[in-house]
Structures are given as structure tokens and as C-alpha cells.
């Protein structure tokens, strides 16, 4: 049951982002390329979307929350680190500037697949190797600190 429960809401969130029109990547920077501003080319509708993925996501979570464990689970998987590391800062620089030069993120690429367009098939092939290598990367063990001796 939680599978197909899993299925429905991404196939939500897949037909919302279709709706939406964020699986056209000239939506995308258009929203992005802030100096059309004067000329009229800037498309501030994705500001919209992301505003009520916002307002959905806070209100959920303020009513999830409020239970003692999910509904298909044992227990909440919350995040328990506050510490800001390198990895915090460089994945969001990274997705960033990726969204930024191909007009993707990791949910419009996907619905962007059924449309056959080779651009999605790009992007998601290259997101993959990049989720590939993060995850081989970090799973590496620490290089040892070299120490010398002074004197």
C-alpha cells in the first residue's frame, strides 16, 4: 500500500509540475534571466509555483508533525545535524548552477522524459553519473593528516 500511495503523490507532483509548465527548461530561464526585466522577457510565474510548493510544504509538515509516527512507517527520519560543512555549501552551488545553464532540476527532468525531448535525456544522464560520483566520493575513507615533526 505504500508503494502505490508513494506512486500517486509523485504522480501529483509530476502532472503539477507539467501543469505548471516548469518541464520547459525556456520557462525555467526565463524566470532565471532577471536582466529582461526592462525589456518584459521575465517570466516571474515560477516564483508563483515555488511560493505554493511553500505554502504546501510548511502546512504539511506543521500537520505530519503533529503525529507520534507516519502513517506507513515507524518512526519520523528527521535530520539531526545543524552543522554547516563543505557539502552543504556545494551541492546547492551545484544544483544551482546547474538549474541555471540547463533550465532542469532533478523533478521536472523526469516529467520532462515523457516528452522525448533529448535535452531531459541529457541532463538526467548527466544528473545520475553526478549523483554516481557524489555518492563514491563520499564514501571514500578520509585521507590521514600528514604530521611533522618540528625542529
Given at each position: 500500500?505504500?508503494?502505490?500511495?508513494?506512486?500517486?503523490?509523485?504522480?501529483?507532483?509530476?502532472?503539477?509540475l507539467?501543469?505548471?509548465?516548469?518541464?520547459?527548461p525556456?520557462?525555467?530561464?526565463?524566470?532565471?534571466?532577471?536582466?529582461?526585466?526592462?525589456?518584459?522577457?521575465?517570466?516571474?510565474?515560477l516564483?508563483?509555483?515555488?511560493?505554493?510548493?511553500?505554502?504546501?510544504?510548511?502546512?504539511?509538515?506543521?500537520?505530519v508533525?503533529?503525529?507520534?509516527?507516519?502513517?506507513f512507517?515507524?518512526?519520523?527520519?528527521?535530520?539531526?545535524?545543524?552543522?554547516?560543512?563543505?557539502?552543504?555549501?556545494?551541492?546547492?552551488?551545484?544544483?544551482?548552477?546547474?538549474?541555471?545553464?540547463?533550465?532542469?532540476?532533478?523533478?521536472?527532468a523526469?516529467?520532462?522524459?515523457?516528452?522525448?525531448?533529448?535535452a531531459?535525456?541529457?541532463?538526467?544522464?548527466?544528473?545520475?553519473v553526478?549523483?554516481?560520483?557524489?555518492?563514491?566520493?563520499?564514501?571514500?575513507?578520509?585521507?590521514?593528516?600528514?604530521?611533522?615533526?618540528?625542529?
Amino acid at each position: 500500500m505504500s508503494i502505490l500511495v508513494q506512486f500517486v503523490i509523485g504522480l501529483v507532483f509530476g502532472l503539477g509540475l507539467v501543469i505548471a509548465g516548469m518541464s520547459d527548461p525556456a520557462k525555467v530561464l526565463n524566470f532565471l534571466d532577471i536582466g529582461a526585466i526592462p525589456t518584459g522577457g521575465w517570466d516571474p510565474s515560477l516564483a508563483f509555483v515555488m511560493a505554493g510548493g511553500i505554502a504546501v510544504t510548511f502546512i504539511g509538515f506543521k500537520l505530519v508533525l503533529r503525529r507520534s509516527q507516519p502513517i506507513f512507517g515507524g518512526k519520523f527520519h528527521l535530520p539531526t545535524a545543524t552543522d554547516i560543512d563543505a557539502r552543504i555549501i556545494a551541492g546547492p552551488a551545484i544544483f544551482g548552477v546547474g538549474w541555471g545553464l540547463a533550465g532542469f532540476c532533478p523533478g521536472p527532468a523526469f516529467t520532462a522524459l515523457t516528452t522525448g525531448g533529448s535535452a531531459a535525456l541529457m541532463f538526467v544522464a548527466a544528473m545520475l553519473v553526478g549523483m554516481a560520483g557524489a555518492r563514491w566520493l563520499a564514501s571514500r575513507p578520509a585521507a590521514p593528516v600528514a604530521v611533522t615533526p618540528r625542529g
